[in-house]
Each structure stands twice: as structure tokens, then as C-alpha cells.
């Protein structure tokens, strides 16, 4: 068990809706990242947040967006969704990001189905 | 962008057995990080080692270690004495020094015989 967690474990939706994916990191941990897996894409990093500010955006589209909270707790938003879309979505939580030692580390993933 | 490539889509060890899993990345950095991170069927993502590139020294944990070749911008994974519980799929990742982002391989599926 990292420490982060993420709720829902599945959700299963259909095309045109939106969904909000939660994630709350490691105690302690200020950084918050969100990466999709899926079969032709591989991993790849969305966006990252740092203490409630956004620090760097990946290969996220439009119709997402994403926050971090006072709390630290984050929020994925998808919206308009498409058959592509269908991925596990990973949350991942780090001390301090400039640090030589920092690592990410992974929660168990949001499985999205679109149908 | 970086690219991190695993060429190796599928392996085989048997229990007890080594076996090594191929990383090479492409990159203009000096200082960097690279990472192995396994994901077993339960799709957790679970870090299994990590190395500094400033580092000459190979990073060891336990019956993981690494072979890294900066000049061949190599990154191998080898992993001693297998365990059935190693099959997963593995992963090797790159950071810049200045990012955040794990830059992903399209993973190594590692499957362990009794």
C-alpha cells in the first residue's frame, strides 16, 4: 500500500458525459500527478499540482481539467467523454518534486470505462 | 521529449533463475533520473529501484540492481534469484532534473515459470 488513494476503483459511464475522478495523497506529500494508461498509449503523464498550484501540463486534452485542493486532495475532471477516453487513470504523490530523492509514488488507479 | 524505450515486449525466467530487462532512453540532458517501476496484475504501479545519473555507482535493492551505461544511454534492470511473484510488467521511466514528469516505456511483461 503507497498511501495514496483513489476513489472510485471503477466507474463505467457513456460517451458525451463527465466524471470526476478523486485522489488524496500520501500525508505529508505537497505534489500531486495524474497520468492515463491505456493499450495504445502507453503511460503518460497529464498534469501536476503542487501545493493547491498547477506546475506542469503533459498530453491532457481540453476536455479535462484538473484542481488540488487546500486539503491537498485532488480532482480529476473529464468531461465530454469519448470510447478513447477508456484508460486507468493513476494518481501519484511526492514530497517534494526539485528534491534529488524525491519519488513518485502510485495509487491503485480509477479504471474509466466509456461505453 | 525524451524517449524511454523497452525493446523487449515479453520475457521469460524460470524460478531462482536471472534474467535482465533492456532500457534505453534518448536524451541531451547531463543529469537526469531513471526509474523501474513494477506493475503486477492488481495494476498498482510499485517503484523497484532508482538511480541518479550524476551517480556512477549502480544502484542495488535487494535482489534488484541496475546496469547503467550513461555513455550508451543504457539502463538495464537484473533481477536475481526470480520469484513467482515477480511477474508483472516493468517499466522503465526517465526525469528530466528540472521536470516533474515520469517519462513511461511501453513496459516489459515478465513471466515467471515454476
Known amino acids: 500500500d503507497s498511501g495514496v488513494t483513489q476513489t472510485p476503483k471503477h466507474l463505467i459511464t457513456a460517451t458525451g458525459q463527465r466524471v470526476t475522478l478523486r485522489c488524496s495523497p500520501r500525508s505529508g506529500d505537497l505534489s500531486v500527478y495524474w497520468y492515463q494508461q491505456s493499450l495504445d498509449q502507453g503511460l503518460q503523464f497529464l498534469i501536476q499540482y503542487y501545493n493547491g498550484e498547477e506546475r506542469a501540463k503533459g498530453n491532457i486534452l481540453e476536455r479535462f481539467s484538473a484542481q488540488q485542493f487546500p486539503d491537498l486532495h485532488s480532482e480529476l475532471n473529464l468531461s465530454s467523454l469519448e470510447l478513447g477516453d477508456s484508460a486507468l487513470y493513476f494518481c501519484?504523490?511526492?514530497?517534494?518534486?526539485?528534491?534529488?530523492?524525491?519519488?513518485?509514488?502510485f495509487g491503485p488507479g480509477t479504471r474509466l470505462t466509456v461505453l | 521529449a525524451q524517449t524511454v524505450t523497452q525493446s523487449q515486449p515479453e520475457m521469460s525466467v524460470q524460478e531462482a533463475e536471472t534474467v535482465t530487462l533492456s532500457c534505453t532512453y534518448d536524451?541531451?540532458?547531463?543529469?537526469?533520473?531513471l526509474f523501474w517501476y513494477k506493475q503486477p496484475p492488481s495494476r498498482q504501479m510499485i517503484l523497484v529501484i532508482r538511480q541518479e545519473a550524476y551517480k556512477q555507482q549502480n544502484a542495488t535493492e535487494n535482489r534488484f540492481s541496475v546496469n547503467f551505461q550513461k555513455a550508451a544511454k543504457s539502463f538495464s534492470l537484473k533481477i536475481s534469484d526470480s520469484q513467482l511473484g515477480d511477474a508483472a510488467m516493468y517499466f522503465c521511466?526517465?526525469?528530466?532534473?528540472?521536470?516533474?514528469?515520469?517519462?513511461f516505456g511501453k513496459g516489459t511483461s515478465l513471466l515467471v515459470t515454476p
Open positions: 521511466a526517465y526525469r528530466s532534473l528540472s521536470g516533474y514528469a515520469l517519462n
Open positions: 501519484a504523490s511526492s514530497v517534494d518534486p526539485g528534491s534529488f530523492t524525491d519519488t513518485q509514488y
Open positions: 536524451t541531451s540532458e547531463s543529469d537526469y533520473y
